[in-house]
């Protein structure tokens, strides 16, 4: 079987790119940049190319539509650029997918839900975004769900948690907090530090990918999170006791989304899917990562 795996050079593209090749699976790689995992055939194209997307679909048996503007922070600053690629670049592998018969398995986010209205959040949560980057996210997801509705596209999407692992993007709050706390500098915390976060491990978020391809559930959005919450001061305080520094509260951050819980039961129930590797050992997996590589 082939997957066509978008965003392969990028933090969680990578991850999917390298299970789907340790599973048995061929990959191709379509991502602007080029994708270094070793074993894929790497394609460097653009999700706003009709053309190269169609062909690339072709290829393949399943679409692991990973690729994005997945930046938080430049789709506050380009919000046009997160409106073409998010959703104009996934509608474009949708109607590849819809032309030629082809599964897709989309990373949406959990971010898609806004201000909870209720806890735990299940996929019947309403879905109201309020930031360009969950807002085009979720127009993403609705295009290619509308295709599996009314165009027969067999496809899924799956609401991401916050991830982590290795390869994470410098910008992430995990890298910031653990490169001041090495330098000795204080780490700052956005607000109280009470938002809670269900992150869900990169190697997690993989394995979901593959389950889902393989599988013919169509037509829904599952939570893919991890059960357990750690909140942002949690994440501070467990990265302050490895690297000693002082912790410090900062203003709160335009765009963070409000502390909530979301219920990974129905990926469970449908996929047999659910998190292994629990926050402690991740983030300690991480960091031993980080210093091996300046040593
Ligand atoms: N990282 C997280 O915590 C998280 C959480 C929930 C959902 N997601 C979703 O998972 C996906 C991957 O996130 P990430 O953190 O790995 O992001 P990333 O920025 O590291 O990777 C995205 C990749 O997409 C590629 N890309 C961007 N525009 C493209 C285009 N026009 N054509 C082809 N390729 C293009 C980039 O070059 C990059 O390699 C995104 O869809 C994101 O919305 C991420």
């Not at 048995?24 to 940049?33: K, M, P, S, Y």
């Not at 979901?208 to 357990?228: K, R």
């Not at 002082?246 to 990926?267: A, N, W």
Request: one cysteine or more; aromatic letters at 6%; proline letters at 5%.
């Amino acid at each position: 079987m082939r997957a066509l795996v978008t965003g392969a050079a990028g933090f969680l593209g990578r991850h999917v790119a390298r299970k789907f090749l340790e599973e048995g699976w061929e990959v191709i790689a379509f991502d602007t940049r080029e994708s270094d995992v070793e074993g894929v055939q790497s394609i460097q194209g653009d999700l706003l190319d009709v053309e190269a997307v169609d062909a690339a679909v072709a290829s393949v048996d399943v679409v692991a539509h990973v690729a994005a503007i997945g930046d938080v922070y430049l789709a506050a600053e380009k919000p046009e650029l997160a409106a073409a690629v998010n959703v104009v670049g996934t509608t474009n592998i949708a109607n590849a997918a819809v032309a030629h018969g082809k599964r897709v398995v989309y990373a949406s986010t959990w971010e898609v839900y806004g201000e909870p209205e209720y806890e735990p959040i299940d996929e019947e949560h309403p879905c109201r975004p309020d930031h360009p980057y969950n807002i085009t996210k979720l127009g993403g997801e609705m295009m290619l769900l509308s295709a599996c509705e009314l165009r027969g596209l067999s496809g899924v999407a799956l609401r991401l948690g916050t991830a982590y692992g290795s390869g994470l993007r410098p910008n992430s709050v995990f890298r910031i907090f653990i490169d001041r706390a090495k330098r000795g500098e204080p780490i700052t915390v956005a607000g109280d530090g009470s938002q809670g976060r269900q992150f869900t491990h990169a190697s997690d978020i993989a394995r979901a990918f593959v389950l889902a391809a393989e599988s013919d559930v169509s037509g829904i959005a599952l939570n893919t999170v991890a059960p357990e919450t750690t909140t942002i001061r949690e994440l501070a305080e467990r990265v302050a006791a490895r690297y000693p520094t002082e912790v410090t509260f900062g203003p709160k951050r335009p765009g963070d989304v409000p502390p909530s819980t979301v219920s990974p039961k129905k990926i469970e129930e449908v996929l047999g899917w659910r998190a292994e590797v629990s926050f402690e050992a991740g983030l300690n997996e991480l960091m031993d990562e980080l210093e091996a590589q300046e040593s």
